[in-house]
């Protein structure tokens, strides 16, 4: 079982940059595939950006493409999402989810995640 933790929320002018971070508990960190998903008011989660265990394999959601940015720090346990040029359709509750795998792939579905983070906030103001 893991525990998620995100931080680096807030708010930002359209243009600008922020970080989250997503910090996980326990000693397989390198065994889970993670995913950082977002969700607006009145819409669906959505994926962002998904990573594989070891961080080679990465995927994006077309929105983000060339914006955002996803990486993993497994010696510190640590998901985070580089956010640029962030727009106010950005704007939304950031999530951060794992799931233990035995693959090596990644995972781009919300229903693949087992285990979820209580979010962070995002607002990008025009």
């Known amino acids: 079982q893991v525990q998620l933790v995100e931080s680096g929320g807030g708010l930002v002018q359209a243009g600008g940059s922020l970080r989250l971070s997503c910090a996980a508990s326990?000693?397989?960190?390198?065994?889970?595939?993670m995913g950082w998903f977002r969700q607006a008011p009145g819409k669906e989660r959505e994926l962002v950006g998904a990573?594989?265990?070891?961080?080679?394999?990465?995927s994006y959601a077309d929105s983000v493409k060339g914006r955002f940015t996803i990486s993993r720090d497994n010696a510190k346990n640590t998901v985070y999402l580089q956010m640029s040029s962030l727009k106010p359709e950005d704007t939304g509750v950031y999530y951060c989810?794992?799931?233990?795998?035995?693959?090596?792939?990644?995972?781009?579905?919300?229903?693949?995640?087992?285990?979820w983070g209580q979010g962070t906030q995002v607002t990008v103001s025009s």
């Open positions: 990573i594989s265990r070891s961080g080679i394999s990465t």
């Open positions: 326990g000693r397989t960190f390198s065994m889970y595939a």
């Open positions: 989810a794992a799931d233990f795998q035995f693959s090596t792939g990644v995972l781009t579905s919300a229903g693949e995640y087992e285990y």
